[in-house]
């Protein structure tokens, strides 16, 4: 069991700024020597190079607290970070039949699937791939052995765009990731079944860095579903994750995100890229479903000219969850196609903030984009901001955004009681619905089924508030 | 006792009295029409019989079905056996009409229906509406036209198959041809499953293709005549003021 860095005692002025909410925007964190070291296809001396900056930049700062908006802030302040470790567990064989850490096989469908990685804290406990994708050249393997091998694609595409430097938990994944999952489909292979990445922080005092690197070759098809999770426990837990996901020119990609850390007091801090080729595709849907402090940077560029994407998302916070999102949809070429669409609901006192961006860079002509964020709030005492913004810098695009923020509406839930069904039931009929243009867009059975149980719970659990809201109106 | 008995009916909104006494009995397979100016109650008295919780009860009570359902909860009276067809349909984005439907059924039902028996079901109210079997794929209400609104509550009553129905201003929007169809719809409705129905309209235009046996005029919260089909011509010929200006002593 290895452990990161304790902190310092002595406090330092804790990092105060809006810079969070703007886009990567393509900077990742190369500098000059890990270009070299990526151009010599040195995969050991890029990572190595890329950690070692980022563990000065984790040194040198302190754990970010965020304002913006004037009334908005999310702080990391209370973790106790230096009672944090990474820890390890066996490591995965061959053996695909190694049983699932309990969170995992209480929320992954039974389905076919292409292939699956699991990580468990700060090691990958599980691979299995589907023998025939591995003949035809299909990498599953933890990010770990990709670096070792000197995989040309991790070489290629490592840190492109995730940067390492612009707070703490960012420098800490850099700096400290471990196991971590690297997918690379080779150029034409489709593969109908999704592969899944599942994360699984197992228990209090655990500091999970997790890392991701999918590439899809030119022209592949396939699917990807990635998990985080977590055990329920006492005490507190980090996860923070790096997610990158290429694809190269003609591919397409169907991803989604189940992230669900239950009641347990963790920390999440990710960034994830979506980067997407000339005539790419991807379509992207995370499903954001609790945390007791989420902050999620979504990135999805469009690279080169002809790339299409469709960006959905959903949450729902419940409790006394924070989930804060910043979701962006770059256009760094055109004529290029977006189209954002982002659904929430918040329960108990959670806070839930939305900022979705559209960025159309100078040249990006003939980019069409559209963004819009809706969200429902169930409870008086919870808060939800719904901000889209558009940020063009060409002259030949069409970019529009909109929002709303709303709250049951009676009138509905008194005309389905007058077809006989409860309140309760009308609720939850009126929630599933107001999330289903969003979530159907899964077209994926097994997914679908695993997100609509969980939202069904979730308000099951808010029933007693909804009530309070209602007979408070 | 009739199905429906509704007993010295008082109903307030906030603090204005709408309803001030308003007693009314319907059974299985008759057809009423309640007539009336705009704001007479007409809308009040439908909502209320269905427990919109905007509607306070202050005096009187609905007997259904031999029992009291003045304090029952909406879902309760729907599986009583009422059905309200809303003269204002929400939308429902995000759930179709079938799905909706077998909700309701299984609202009121011990075991959830076969999907067999519920696509037979569905086919005959579709047949008897005269819409495209798509109709009920389709997000209930959202996007729809006025005329495609109405259909989807008609749609609901034949499959809900309710004793009494309260259609609320069904006929208002609709073009001729729409209002036949509607029309024709509730009449087969009565004919093959003895519904029972209370007509509330502006106008007598639906009332000459479903032809109500019981005739009652409603003035400021209060039903002020009853009377059979010649009520219908009457006011046509009269209009509302000379019935108003009759009874000015209660109105």
């Known amino acids: 069991m290895s452990s990161v860095p304790k902190e310092t005692a002595a406090k330092r002025p804790r990092h105060r700024e809006a810079t969070l909410y703007q886009p990567l925007a393509g900077a990742g964190a190369r500098d000059g020597a890990a270009a070299s070291a990526a151009e010599d296809g040195d995969s050991a001396a890029l990572l190595a190079h890329l950690r070692e900056r980022a563990l000065a930049t984790y040194e040198t700062s302190e754990l970010p607290v965020w304002r913006r908006s004037g009334f908005w802030t999310t702080s990391y302040a209370p973790l106790d970070l230096g009672a944090l470790e990474v820890r390890h567990h066996e490591p995965a064989t061959a053996d695909a039949a190694a049983p699932l850490p309990d969170a995992a096989a209480r929320t992954l469908p039974e389905r076919p699937r292409a292939g699956r990685i699991v990580q468990l804290d700060g090691s990958v406990v599980s691979i299995e791939l589907d023998v025939s994708l591995a003949a035809r050249g299909v990498r599953l393997c933890s990010l770990e052995d990709a670096a070792a091998e000197g995989s040309e694609a991790f070489a290629r595409w490592y840190s492109k765009r995730l940067t390492a430097d612009r707070h703490k938990l960012e420098a800490a994944n850099a700096a400290f990731w471990s196991g971590g999952a690297f997918l690379h489909v080779p150029a034409g292979v489709v593969v109908e079944d999704p592969f899944e990445i599942v994360h699984v922080v197992g228990a209090p005092g655990s500091a999970q860095h997790a890392r991701v690197l999918i590439v899809g070759g030119p022209t592949s098809e396939f699917r990807v579903h990635e998990y985080t999770l977590a055990e329920s426990f006492d005490g507190q837990a980090l996860h923070t994750e790096g997610f990158e996901l290429y694809l190269e020119d003609g591919a397409r990609c169907r991803l989604a995100h189940y992230q669900d850390l239950g009641s347990a007091e963790i920390y999440d801090s990710t960034t994830r890229v979506v980067a997407v080729g000339r005539d790419a595709f991807c379509h992207w849907l995370p499903a954001l479903l609790g945390g007791h402090l989420v902050r999620q940077h979504l990135e999805l560029a469009v690279m080169e000219a002809g790339g299409d994407m469709a960006f959905r998302g959903i949450f729902f916070a419940e409790n006394e969850e924070l989930l804060d999102m910043f979701a962006v949809d770059l256009h760094e070429a055109g004529p290029s196609g977006g189209d954002v669409h982002w659904r929430g609901a918040a329960a108990g006192s959670s806070r839930a903030s939305m900022e979705g961006l559209i960025k159309i860079n100078p040249g990006a002509q003939q980019t069409h984009t559209y963004l819009q964020i809706h969200t429902v709030m169930l409870s008086p005492r919870a808060r939800i901001d719904a901000i889209p913004s558009v940020l063009v810098s060409a002259d030949d695009v069409s970019a529009s955004h909109g929002g709303s923020v709303g709250e049951l509406d009676e009138d509905v839930i008194f005309y389905m009681q007058s077809r006989g069904l409860d309140r309760t039931a009308a609720v939850r009929v009126l929630v599933e619905g107001f999330f289903e243009p969003v979530l159907g867009q899964l077209a994926d059975e097994p997914l679908e089924a695993v997100v609509r149980a969980r939202i069904a719970e979730k308000l099951a659990a808010a029933r007693e508030d909804i009530e309070a809201y209602a007979a408070g109106r | ?251």
């Open chain 2, 1 to 251: 006792m009739a199905e429906l008995e509704i007993r010295d009916l008082h109903v307030r909104i906030e603090e204005l009295e709408i309803l001030k006494g308003v007693d009314l009995s319907i059974d299985r397979g008759e057809i009423h029409a309640l007539m009336g100016p705009n704001g007479s109650g007409k809308s009040t008295l439908a909502n209320t019989l269905l427990g919109h919780p905007n509607y306070e009860i202050t005096q009187g009570a609905i007997i259904f079905a031999g029992q009291d359902i003045t304090e029952a909860e909406p879902h309760e009276r729907a599986k009583a056996g009422l059905f309200l067809a809303f003269q204002y349909p929400v939308s429902i984005p995000g759930v179709s009409i079938a799905n909706f439907l077998r909700m309701a059924i299984n609202a009121k039902r011990e075991e959830p229906i076969g999907v067999k028996e519920f696509r037979g079901l569905l086919e005959r109210a579709v047949e008897l509406l005269d819409v495209d079997r798509s109709f009920t794929s389709r997000p209930l209400n959202d996007g729809f036209s006025g005329g495609e609104k109405k259909r989807a509550e008609i749609l609901q009553m034949a499959m809900l198959a309710p004793d009494i129905a309260i259609l609320d201003e069904t006929d208002s929007g609709l073009d001729i041809d729409a209002l036949r169809t509607v029309a024709e719809g509730v009449a087969k409705l009565h004919a093959s499953q003895g519904l029972g129905a209370l007509i509330i309209t502006h106008y007598q235009r639906i009332l000459h293709y479903i032809k109500p046996q019981f005739v009652h005029i409603m003035l400021d919260g209060r039903i002020v005549l009853r009377g059979g089909e010649e009520l219908v011509e009457r006011l046509e010929r009269e209009g509302y003021d000379q019935i108003r200006q009759e009874h000015s002593a209660v109105v």
